[in-house]
Nanobody
Framework: QVQLVESGGGLVQAGGSLRLSCAAS????????MGWFRQAPGKEREFVAA????????YYSDSVKGRFTLSRDNAKNTVYLQMNSLKPEDTAVYYC?????????????????WGQGTQVTVSS
């Protein structure tokens, strides 16, 4: 049973930084892709970024490219989303998700496993 647990959310001022973590368990994730999505109040869930566990290739949405960075720690089975230069429009519940494979999918229906989400609030 795959389990994903996000942490690291909180309240930060515009221009600040946060690092989200997604701790994964239940599988060997070397052949998995990990994605991050977010959902703001009244909006649909949207893709943020994805990383291929093996090799570390990444892909980012245009809205976060250059500000957010994905990384992973194989020993801890944890993926990190470093978020810099945060803006009020980044306010959302952030979810990590995973699926087997190597393609960096951006659609939420492509992912099989989801965490419970962590709230990020950016004040202006």
């Amino acid at each position: 049973q795959v389990q994903l647990v996000e942490s690291g959310g909180g309240l930060v001022q515009a221009g600040g930084s946060l690092r989200l973590s997604c701790a994964a368990s239940g599988r060997t994730f070397t052949s998995y892709v990990m994605g991050w999505f977010r959902q703001a109040p009244g909006k649909e869930r949207e893709f943020v970024a994805a990383i291929r566990w093996s090799g570390g290739s990444t892909y980012y949405s245009d809205s976060v490219k250059g500000r957010f960075t994905l990384s992973r720690d194989n020993a801890k089975n944890t993926v990190y989303l470093q978020m810099n230069s945060l803006k009020p429009e980044d306010t959302a519940v952030y979810y990590c998700a995973s699926r087997r494979g190597s393609y960096l999918y951006t659609g939420e229906t492509e992912y099989d496993y989801w965490g419970q989400g962590t709230q990020v609030t950016v004040s202006s």
